[in-house]
């Protein structure tokens, strides 16, 4: 494989990896009914954005480029209202991404270039590893910040120290 294909795989596995660990740190905060909190009715709980990532990774790797059957209704990732105990929830989640990260981990530089159906794109296996990573991260974002809305504390996902010894 070739060093660029080799690099975008780990990449996408590290940030993957990454959100995966900042979801489990917020959820581990989080009681059970804060999981299944709607600040309003055009906003998700935590528990669907669960439930949607799930959907999405499933859809784009699993079944996109793995070969899984997609039985996924998305909408129902939403309409959902819980409450599905945040172990299970967390514990399906690990699963799914463990699933990916494995699949991920064997792709080689033809699997990387190949265009399938996904809902309804055409995608390389490149467009969907960027994509998967970027919309976990976004979800990740989400979760972290309500998180600390909920909690006023410092999730202390980074050592602020060695980050200032370094300008960033």
């Not at 514990?91 to 699997?111: P, Q, R, Y």
């Not at 994509?131 to 600390?148: D, M, N, R, W």
């Amino acid at each position: 494989m070739n060093q660029v294909a080799e690099l975008l795989r780990g990449e996408c596995l590290r940030r993957i990896n990454e959100s995966r660990s900042k979801i489990n740190t917020a959820l581990e905060k989080l009681s059970e009914d804060e999981v299944w909190y709607r600040p309003n009715a055009e906003s998700n709980s935590m528990g669907n954005i669960l439930l949607h990532l799930c959907g999405n990774l499933t859809q784009y790797v699993l079944s996109s480029i793995g070969g899984q059957e997609d039985h996924r209704k998305r909408s129902q990732e939403f309409t959902e209202q819980g409450p599905i105990p945040k172990l299970e929830l967390a514990g399906s989640f690990n699963k799914v991404v463990n699933e990916v990260c494995h699949l991920i981990s064997k792709m080689d530089e033809a699997e990387l270039e190949k265009k399938r159906p996904v809902q309804c794109y055409e995608e390389s296996g490149v467009g969907i590893l960027l994509h998967v990573t970027e919309h976990l991260s976004y979800h990740t974002g989400q979760i972290v910040y309500f998180t600390k809305w909920k909690r006023a504390e410092s999730m202390h996902f980074y050592d602020e120290r060695a980050l200032e010894a370094h300008g960033e």
